[in-house]
Structure formats: structure tokens, C-alpha cells
């Protein structure tokens, strides 16, 4: 019904900066909260950032004041603007959007993410 894809992943070097985007397609009557999610090998899936229907942003502790979330609500697409990358932030970053689909339900999508790897 619904369909997430991220692009934007790729290779950089410590201090470099990459733009993750989400597009959703499909039936889509309402896209609400959108998030990023990564997860790292071997550890938990975390929380990023998520970005509200009227694009309150909040952040993980670890990425504030260096990762920015944003919305474009006529290309139903979500953006991570990820700058003064760490080692530590390599990971696969997940799209996460609750969508309704018509005006009954409403439903959570997860893309299949994309590879973010960061250098020293």
C-alpha cells in the first residue's frame, strides 16, 4: 500500500556531511509523524530524530546540534541533513512514517534503509 525508500547513504570521512532522504509512495492520504531510526551491528535499533505534522523537530542526545530533520509535505519526503560526522555514527539509517492510508486507518511504514559508513 505504502512504500518508504531512503537514499543518500555512501562513504565519508570523519567531519564530512551526507543528506539522507525518505520518499513515500503509494496510498497516501496523510503522512503524520515521520522518523529516522540506525542501528549500528550488534546493537539496538535507536531512535535519531523525529520530525512532527506541524515539523517540531527532537534528537537523539548524541546527534543534536549536528543532524537536522525535515519535511516537504507536497513531495511527501523526509530529509536528515547529517553534518560533523563521527565514526560513531556509522550505522543503517531507517525511514519510520505513521500514514494514513485512506481516512480510517492509519498505519506505521518502515523502509529498507540505507548504509551511512564514517571514516577516521
Known amino acids: 500500500q505504502v512504500q518508504l525508500v531512503e537514499s543518500g547513504g555512501g562513504l565519508v570521512q570523519a567531519g564530512g556531511s551526507l543528506r539522507l532522504s525518505c520518499a513515500a509512495s503509494?496510498?497516501?492520504?496523510?503522512?503524520?509523524?515521520m522518523r529516522w531510526y540506525r542501528q549500528a551491528p550488534g546493537k539496538q535499533r535507536e531512535l535519531v530524530a523525529v520530525?512532527?505534522?506541524?515539523?517540531?523537530?527532537n534528537y537523539a542526545d548524541s546527534v543534536k546540534g549536528r543532524f537536522a530533520i525535515s519535511r516537504d509535505n507536497a513531495k511527501n519526503t523526509m530529509y536528515l541533513q547529517m553534518n560533523s560526522l563521527k565514526p560513531e555514527d556509522t550505522a543503517v539509517y531507517y525511514c519510520?512514517?505513521?500514514?494514513?492510508?485512506?481516512?480510517?486507518?492509519?498505519?506505521?511504514?518502515w523502509g529498507q534503509g540505507t548504509q551511512v559508513t564514517v571514516s577516521s
Open positions: 520530525i512532527t505534522t506541524g515539523s517540531s523537530a
Open positions: 519510520n512514517a505513521d500514514v494514513w492510508g485512506d481516512y480510517v486507518n492509519l498505519r506505521t511504514y
Open positions: 503509494g496510498s497516501i492520504v496523510r503522512i503524520n509523524y
